[in-house]
């Protein structure tokens, strides 16, 4: 079984667009995150949630727009997709998102590209 | 300045040698230290985790923490073809968030 999982796993889309990326963990963990790797690797954290409220917010436009229907989903939406949104987008989730030996389980990854 | 920095490599070694992968922070008051390890067109995975200063062995990774002069380390050992990877240092922030470093793409030879 798939600890945290993706969809899509590809986005292909026009600027302009607004697409959305769904994440599910069924590890039981409270704490779910975004991170978004740029084409040189860099790994940037944008949001997280804990047990459906927003916990970090770092600065990210306000077309990135993260949902929480629960504890075990967190899904991007993203209006006007813009060119340099292109990326992947990985989804992580961990236990209680405190404490010293708090890990952290990344999903598969979106690999956005906006045309 | 970012939080952490690595450098990108890439490195490319023949099978069985010894691997040293290197990362520095600027913010003296991070105290826990992570190696990820990432497959190509996979999520990255926690390898090693180390708390404030000193040595962490497993297998063949040691991870290594230096405060005094704010530097990590990730030693492989008798390296593999699958040990091939980008590697990721990491460090945690107040709230939980990591901060990654650009991260090391590493080839082991056959």
């Known amino acids: 079984d798939t600890a945290v999982s993706q969809t899509p796993k590809y986005l292909v889309t026009q600027m302009g667009n607004d697409k959305s990326i769904k994440c599910e963990q069924n590890?039981?963990?409270?704490?779910m995150y975004w991170y978004k790797q740029d084409s040189k690797k860099f790994l940037k954290i944008m949001f997280s949630y804990n047990n459906k409220e927003l916990i970090i917010n770092e600065t990210v436009p306000n077309r990135f727009s993260p949902k929480s229907p629960d504890k075990a989903h967190l899904n991007l939406h993203i209006n006007s997709l813009e060119l340099g949104d292109s990326a992947v987008y990985f989804c992580?989730?961990?236990?209680?998102?405190?404490?010293?030996?708090?890990?952290?389980?990344f999903g598969p990854g979106t690999r956005l590209t906006v045309l | 300045q970012k939080e952490v920095e690595q450098d990108p490599g890439p490195l490319s070694v023949p099978e069985g040698a010894i691997v040293s992968l290197n990362c520095t922070y600027s913010n003296s008051a991070f105290q826990y230290f992570m190696w990820y390890r990432q497959y190509s067109r996979k999520g990255p995975e926690l390898l090693m985790y180390t708390y404030s200063s000193g040595n962490k062995e497993d297998g063949r990774f040691t991870a290594q923490v230096d405060k005094s002069s704010k530097y990590i380390s990730l030693f492989i050992r008798d390296s593999q073809p699958s040990d091939s990877a980008t590697y990721l240092c990491?460090?945690?922030?107040?709230?939980?968030?990591?901060?990654f470093g650009t991260g090391t793409r590493l080839t082991v030879i056959p």
């Open positions: 990491a460090t945690r922030g107040g709230a939980n968030n990591l901060f």
């Open positions: 590890l039981g963990h409270d704490t």
């Open positions: 992580a989730s961990s236990l209680t998102g405190t404490g010293s030996t708090d890990t952290q389980y």
